[in-house]
């Protein structure tokens, strides 16, 4: 009996405090924002009849405070005025202060009345929290990545934003999803972000401010191919300079061909590039190829190129008139220009030699063999070229393949020789020749007997038999035979007449 009795008058005591409550108005939170300066919670609401109330009570949902169950909502402010609309968090209650930086904070508010003696308090209010913000710098993508808790507080459609450079910040993105990224063209070590929620009653609810530390990318001061020429071993040599820099990761070296339109990726495998010698041990010299070198950064990503270098490729062909034709392509990346292109000449194995220079504004010589023709030298008719470009800065000297013709010989015959010529030309059955070897004349009289030879062009038939006689004038046979530089042979036969 005294059991049941109790269980009416908690119950009773019950009801009572509820309509209590119910005759309260419950306040609406209209938006939990974090202040961008101080760093801490502003919890804004209304009340439609606030002269209906004394005060407000703030309360928290508290996780780590001291005598209180974790994860409940407890006191954390009493405002003693129904004119006052908002609250900053600075609360210590519990010994345990806000922390949006750390995690959201959620929040209730109550509103309360002192009747009769009594203090009868309304039901909490809508929950509603701080908006959570972290972020991190992607080094690959250049962006900083973001990821932010929606905003709670019973409310659809909102719009998020993200604001940089505070206290005077710039909005720059709008999105309705919680992860977003952004690039952004200058480049700032440390930069500060918050998020705004756009809330559809026009109040705007704010994360904390965030710094986030950038890494800015660091191009190597100097990355130049300072020359590209054939060396001692008759491959292309690369002369490279680069400087260290932290954001280098490795060094790329690219090669192409445009006329086969194929480029090459060539890593280079060094630690040191300062006046580096690179030997492209799988190029031609025959070929010419456009180099350029990439830095790399950690993410495989090009950070800076060098200035494109190419090599110099030479072309010899046979002119007109007893002339070699030299063309090449001009070096085309040097900053300062040529000075001029040396041409070196190398006859039949003989050591090089310098033979001219032109213009820098040329990529052609040609060169006349007459005088070589005329003097009394004899040459089997190789000869090998070489260019070497001078740089207008001076210091660099960059050089071409070897080129190389082998000449077809030149033979004059003449038709008829006179011992006794006041001439002293006439003289001899001597042909004119050069640009041959193995050389050999031999002069038959018409019975077919052979009358004299010799294998050197200085020595020709001076109308004598093998006994030292005159022979009588008549028309002699003779036959040439000789090779050229590149072991042609060649074999003329004819006659000759001798006269006196």
């Known amino acids: 009996m005294m059991k049941n009795l109790f269980f ?14 119910q005759t309260l108005e419950v306040p609406e939170i209209t938006s939990v924002s974090v ?13 439609q009849h606030p002269e209906l109330v004394d005060g407000y009570i703030v309360k928290r949902l508290i996780v780590d405070g001291n005598g209180v169950i974790s994860g409940t909502y407890n006191n954390v402010e009493v405002i003693e005025s129904n004119s006052v609309f908002s609250y900053t968090d600075n609360s210590n209650a519990y010994g345990t202060s806000a922390k949006p930086y750390e995690r959201k904070e959620f929040y209730r508010i109550s509103s309360y009345k ?9 039901l909490m209010s809508n929950e509603a929290s701080t908006i959570l913000l972290s972020g991190s710098f ?32 710039s909005k720059y993105v709008v999105t309705k999803d919680t992860i977003c990224s952004f690039s952004f063209d200058d480049f700032q070590l440390v930069r500060n972000f918050a998020v705004e929620c756009i809330l559809p009653n026009g109040e705007s609810a704010y994360s904390p401010v965030i710094e986030i530390k950038s890494e800015e990318v660091i191009a190597p001061d100097k990355i130049e191919i300072s020359c590209v020429t054939v060396n001692s071993d008759n491959a292309l040599e690369l002369v490279i300079d680069v400087t260290q820099s932290k954001s280098t990761k490795h060094l790329l070296l690219l090669r192409s061909n445009h006329s086969a339109f194929v480029t090459d990726t060539i890593p280079l495998n060094s630690t040191e590039f300062n006046n580096y010698h690179f030997v492209d041990e799988t190029a031609y010299v025959s070929i010419v ?12 990503k090009v950070i800076a190129f060098s200035n494109p270098a190419n090599n110099i490729v030479l072309q010899v062909s046979v002119g007109t008139e007893n002339t070699n034709v030299l063309d090449w392509n001009p070096i085309a990346y040097w900053q300062n220009g040529v000075e001029n292109y ?25 060169e006349s063999l007459s005088n070589m023709i005329a003097n009394s030298d004899i040459y089997e008719g190789r000869f090998c070229y070489q260019i070497s470009a001078v740089a207008a800065s001076g210091g660099v000297e960059a050089r071409s393949q070897f080129s190389c013709i082998d000449r077809e010989p030149v033979v004059y015959i003449p038709n008829a020789l006179n011992p006794k010529s006041t001439n ?15 050389y050999k004349l031999v002069i038959y009289d018409k019975r077919g007997e052979n009358i004299f030879e010799s294998a050197e062009l200085s020595k020709g038939w001076d109308g004598t038999n093998r006994k030292g006689k005159l022979c009588p004038m008549d028309t002699y046979i003779y036959q040439i035979s000789y090779k050229s530089s590149a072991n042609k042979i060649y074999k003329k036969n004819g006659y000759v007449n001798l006269v006196y």
């Open 114 to 122: 002192i009747q009769n003696g009594q203090t009868i308090y309304s």
């Open 289 to 300: 190829y456009e180099y350029t070198i990439a830095a790399i950064n950690e993410c495989g």
């Open 8 to 21: 009416i008058l908690v119950l009773s005591l019950t009801s009572i405090c509820q309509l209590g409550a």
């Open 35 to 47: 202040d961008t300066i101080s760093g801490k919670p502003v919890v804004k609401w209304k009340l």
């Open 138 to 169: 992607d080094n690959c993508e250049n962006s900083f990545n973001f990821n932010f808790s929606s905003y709670d507080a019973g409310t659809e459609s909102v719009t998020y934003c993200l604001h940089s450079g505070f206290p005077k910040s």
């Open 342 to 366: 040396k041409i070196f000449r190398s006859v039949d194995g003989s050591d090089l030699e310098e033979v001219n220079s032109v213009n820098f504004r040329y990529s052609e010589y040609t």
């Open 424 to 438: 002293s030309e006439n003289w001899e059955f001597k042909p004119k020749a050069d640009f041959l070897k193995d």
